[in-house]
């Protein structure tokens, strides 16, 4: 989609549909249409003097244009009390309105900039919401698709080809350029990450991953290192190794680097990378396998962190660790009861295969302390018992440092990507003690099952600050909102480049 900013009398205005935003508790709307065409202008701010329902919020009426403009539709979107306006409303109302032009074939889109009038919000961060919602309200997962809804003889959805931003404020334009640009980034990053984990495991197998990554990092300044499995053995890294044993699909490790030059900190970030998690020879039930290609969404979220910094050519350190593998039961698949030592020397006694992401993890944790990180940020999804814990809507977050999680918990406010912080009280890990080795990795039997998985990992991570972010709830939604497709959802992209801007 091209994306565009440029001031411009309506009358000059070429596209589908102009969308103007209006609201309902104002005393005269007429202060939103500051550089509106005089005509319009008068009837437009008449109708919704009459009619306040007609603002409403989430109330779309599309109006055929005139012969005296070049547009062909006007679309009047209310958007309710300008009073109770927030930058989430927005990014609800610019998914629903790329939903929205999408079915009605409005493919060329004008939106009005917001007036001057927001009472709670800066201009550049209602238009960034807009833009947001719009971007990614607009994702569909289309690659296997060669008709439409599947119908025969039916054809291909029709894209959006274009969004202009039309800022009523002159003084507007520059910033926000600047947004939309920073927008455009994120969200193709936020969008890769979908396309990465909403494509099955049989096209994304640890070796094919490898070359996807590749190929997203190509003219970028990250730097790709594939740890092939001699090297993995090297590294004594048997966590991998172990979980890997029951497939076919050899394992990989590949190390990402964003190294610009004035960065003053170091960052470190390990991402679970389970291609498909059948549970291993505890054999997950047939509802729980169903979308269990989700499991690299950790490792696929750090690839889209790492793309959009240094897209954004933001000044930090960046090391991206991700263990690649496959889960399977097999002849020579990984066995409860087994016990294995990790490549930090730790002995794990295995009590469930199924809990196969905290065991690759422990490995790449310890990798990813050799480059002497500022922070260790781990990202996976590595519990169902996220979902119960919080639902689905939101991820759960635990750490050694309160520094780093209040600064994420900041970022995840600022984003509406929610998050909440769990307890990692001493007395957890009483729950991973296993009679015959160090650890073992299952907590105590129905409890806490994500606070186990972080007391479990802190064993790894050496004397760093280090937080675990458990996406198990939230990289994945059979509920669609709008501007949160059916499927990944791209999950936490938004939050850490948002932390790592304000670091
Ligand atoms: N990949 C799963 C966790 C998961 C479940 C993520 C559902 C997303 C949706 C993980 O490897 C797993 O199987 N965890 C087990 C842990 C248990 C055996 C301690 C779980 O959550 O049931
Ligand atoms: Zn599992
Ligand atoms: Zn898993």
């Not at 059948?278 to 750090?302: C, E, R």
């Not at 991820?395 to 769990?422: C, F, P, R, V, Y």
Request: proline share 3%; with cysteine; net charge positive.
């Amino acid at each position: 989609m091209k994306l565009m900013v440029k001031e411009s009398l309506i009358k000059n205005l070429s596209a589908d549909v102009l969308v103007i935003p209006v609201f309902s508790d104002i005393e005269n709307n007429e202060k939103l249409f500051l550089e509106l065409d005089n005509v319009l202008n008068k009837l437009l701010t008449r109708t919704i003097y009459e009619n306040k329902s007609i603002a409403e919020d989430g109330k779309l009426h599309l109006f055929y244009a005139t012969n005296r403009l070049k547009l062909k539709r006007v679309l009047l979107a209310g958007l309710g009390k300008i009073d109770e306006l927030d930058a989430e409303k927005i990014r609800l109302f610019g998914g629903k309105l790329a939903g929205y032009c999408k079915a009605n074939s409005l493919l060329d889109v004008s939106f009005l900039g917001f007036g001057y009038n927001l009472k709670n919000l800066a201009i550049d961060d209602a238009s960034q919401a807009l833009i947001e919602g719009f971007l990614l309200g607009n994702y569909s997962y289309a690659e296997f698709k060669t008709e439409d809804n599947g119908k025969k003889g039916g054809k291909k959805k029709k894209e959006i080809q274009s969004l202009l931003f039309v800022p009523q404020v002159k003084s507007d334009v520059k910033l926000i350029d600047k947004v939309l640009k920073e927008c455009e980034v994120v969200c193709r990053s936020v969008t890769l990450v979908r396309d990465l984990v909403n494509k099955p495991s049989n096209i994304i197998t640890p070796a094919l991953y490898t070359k996807e990554i590749k190929k997203a990092f190509t003219k970028t300044k990250v730097k790709v290192k594939v740890l092939e499995e001699s090297a993995i053995k090297k590294e004594k890294m048997n966590c991998i190794l172990n979980v890997a044993k029951g497939s076919v699909e050899k394992p990989k490790l590949v190390v990402l680097t964003y190294s610009p030059p004035k960065a003053k900190k170091t960052i470190a970030f390990v991402g679970k990378g389970v291609t498909f998690d059948a549970g291993g020879i505890n054999l997950k039930p047939s509802q729980w396998l169903a979308n269990m290609k989700q499991d690299m969404g950790g490792s696929a979220a750090v690839v889209g962190v790492m793309k959009a910094v240094a897209e954004l050519k933001l000044p930090v350190k960046l090391v991206g660790v991700l263990p690649l593998v496959e889960n399977m039961p097999g002849g020579k698949a990984l066995k409860t009861g087994d016990v294995i030592v990790a490549a930090n020397g730790k002995t794990i006694e295995v009590e469930n295969t199924d809990a196969e992401g905290r065991l690759i993890l422990a490995d790449a944790l310890h990798y990813a302390t050799r480059f002497k990180p500022n922070y260790l940020v781990d990202v996976a999804t590595l519990t169902g018992a996220a979902a119960v814990a919080l639902g689905s809507k939101c991820t759960s977050l635990m750490g050694n440092d309160q520094e780093l999680i209040d600064g994420l918990l900041k970022a995840s406010k600022e984003t509406h990507e929610l998050a909440w912080q769990l307890p990692m009280f001493k007395e957890y890990d009483d729950d991973i003690k296993s009679d015959i080795a160090d650890i073992k990795n299952l907590g105590a039997r129905g409890e806490a099952g994500v606070i186990a998985g972080g007391v479990f990992l802190k064993n790894f991570i050496g004397d760093n600050k280090w937080a675990h972010i458990d996406i198990g709830a939230t990289a994945w939604t059979d509920r669609p909102r709008p501007y949160v497709s059916k499927g990944a959802t791209g999950y936490p992209v938004r939050m850490l480049v948002k932390w790592l801007k304000e670091l």
